[in-house]
T-cell receptor, first 114, second 108 residues
Framework: DGGITQSPKYLFRKEGQNVTLSCEQN?????MYWYRQDPGQGLRLIYY???????QKGDIAEGYSVSREKKESFPLTVTSAQKNPTAFYLC?????????????FGPGTRLTVL | AQSVTQLGSHVSVSEGALVLLRCNYS??????LFWYVQYPNQGLQLLLK??????LVKGINGFEAEFKKSETSFHLTKPSAHMSDAAEYFC??????FGAGTRLTVKP
């Protein structure tokens, strides 16, 4: 079945550690996205990529980094510079990354900083 | 600037009652608008989208939404609520800008 997978489902991190969240899609979509979800704030865009080896910052990129070495993969690293990383992280993809394209979402990763 | 405002963070209806979830937008370009649904601890899935082809858009699970340019609105409705409709609903603008969400509770 085509879709988006995110791993792990739950992740615990100690303060000062970097962690990487995995996102893989087999939909052959060009564009991929990372969102952060906090209660009452909806989804906020962290980074997005419309083509391999290229990505752009979203509204809240500080303290995060990404790479897009393969079309199907878009990992997100939460660095120690992110002051409040505890949140639910959602990865998504869309066919061409145009404004009209719907996004397909993964099941999410819940990150907790201990 | 582009923005989306969802009026009401929580909406509660009785089973069988009308569901109305409100969304207003601000956009300097012709908007494309989306409604997504999220069940607990899951990702979002698309309910419907407006792409300028028709102002009344029908989606899955009996939901529909009407684009009103004069009111800059794209409200989501369903004539009769079902218990399985209980979830969080997000309005989105131009693919990457999401509202804060509205949690729908359905009472038996």
């Amino acid at each position: 079945d085509g879709g988006i997978t995110q791993s792990p489902k739950y992740l615990f991190r100690k303060e000062g550690q970097n962690v990487t969240l995995s996102c893989e899609q087999n939909l052959n979509h060009d564009a991929m996205y990372w969102y952060r979800q906090d209660p009452g704030q909806g989804l906020r865009l962290i980074y997005y990529s419309q083509i391999v080896n290229d990505f752009q910052k979203g509204d809240i990129a500080e303290g995060y980094s990404v790479s897009r070495e393969k079309k199907e993969s878009f990992p997100l690293t939460v660095t120690s510079a992110q002051k409040n990383p505890t949140a639910f992280y959602l990865c998504a993809s869309s066919m061409f990354g145009s404004l009209i394209d719907e996004q397909f979402f993964g099941p999410g990763t819940r990150l907790t900083v201990l | 600037a582009q923005s989306v405002t969802q009026l009401g963070s929580h909406v509660s209806v009785s089973e069988g009652a009308l569901v109305l979830l409100r969304c207003n937008y601000s956009s300097s370009v012709p908007p494309y608008l989306f409604w997504y649904v999220q069940y607990p601890n899951q990702g979002l899935q698309l309910l419907l989208k407006y792409t300028s082809a028709a102002t009344l858009v029908k989606g899955i699970n009996g939901f529909e939404a009407e684009f009103k340019k004069s009111e800059t609105s794209f409200h989501l409705t369903k004539p009769s609520a079902h218990m399985s409709d209980a979830a969080e609903y997000f309005c989105a603008l131009n693919d990457m800008r999401f509202g804060a969400g509205t949690r729908l509770t359905v009472k038996p």
